[in-house]
């Protein structure tokens, strides 16, 4: 079945840090592929997405993601992680119209 | 602006009971899904519209219904709740479809079945 696999149940980066959110999706033809994070208490906001052309993508707060075929990945970056990106961070992706599938989530902790 | 707002956003309900959650938007959004929220789990559709008077089974709709009567409101019922309902609900709506549309979520509805 298709789905998309977040290995990184839980992360830890101190601030200033770079950091890198692993997502690795399983589909035979490219998905529409998503970053969602979640602050404590609050609900999901859209931080990137890829549909296609240019791999990399830039999405809001400094986050981008990278797009690779081979690797069947669309991992997240931050070249510095200050302590207000400490949240639950959601890959998902859709080939569907209206069925958006999130993965299990990675949570950050940022450390001063 | 209040985007998506979900009511109650608290409750706690005996097994056997019935309740209904609340989900109203002002974006004047076509698309509105309910989500449930467990650890380890991630987010799991359970329905959604793709407009007014439409609903559609998501991935977990099982012991859920839902109606759309206004465009502006998405309602989820319980009609006997059981403890593995305990659960956060999530509410979203998107002017486009999930492919092209970005989804506007509510902050959640916390539900605990005894």
């Known amino acids: 079945a298709q789905s998309v696999t977040q290995p990184d149940i839980h992360i830890t980066v101190s601030e200033g840090a770079s950091l890198e959110l692993r997502c690795n999706y399983s589909?035979?033809?490219?998905?529409?592929l998503f970053w969602y994070v979640q602050s404590p208490g609050q609900g999901l906001q859209l931080l990137l997405k890829?549909?296609?052309?240019?791999?990399l993508v830039q999405g809001i707060k400094g986050f981008e993601a990278e797009f690779k075929r081979s690797q069947s990945s669309f991992n997240l970056r931050k070249p510095s992680v200050h302590w207000s990106d400490a949240a639950e961070y959601f890959c998902?992706?859709?080939?569907?119209?209206?069925?958006?599938?999130f993965g299990t989530g990675t949570r950050l902790q940022v450390t001063l | 602006n209040a985007g998506v707002t979900q009511t109650p956003k608290f409750r706690v309900l005996k097994t056997g009971q019935s309740m209904t959650l609340l989900c109203a938007q002002d974006?004047?959004?076509?698309?509105m899904y309910w989500y449930r929220q467990d650890p380890g789990m991630g987010l799991r559709l359970i329905h959604y519209?793709?407009?007014?008077?439409?609903?559609a089974k998501g991935e977990v709709p099982d012991g859920y219904n839902v109606s759309r009567l206004k465009k502006q409101n998405f309602l989820l019922g319980l009609e006997s709740a059981a403890p593995s309902q305990t659960s956060v609900y999530f509410c979203?709506?998107?002017?486009?479809?999930?492919?092209?549309?970005?989804?506007?979520f509510g902050e959640g509805s916390r539900l605990t079945v005894l």
């Open positions: 589909y035979g033809a490219t998905p529409y």
């Open positions: 998902a992706y859709t080939r569907g119209a209206s069925k958006l599938t």
């Open positions: 890829y549909f296609s052309g240019d791999t």
């Open positions: 974006m004047n959004h076509e698309y």
């Open positions: 979203a709506s998107s002017y486009r479809d999930s492919r092209t549309g970005e989804l506007f």
């Open positions: 519209s793709v407009g007014e008077g439409t609903t």
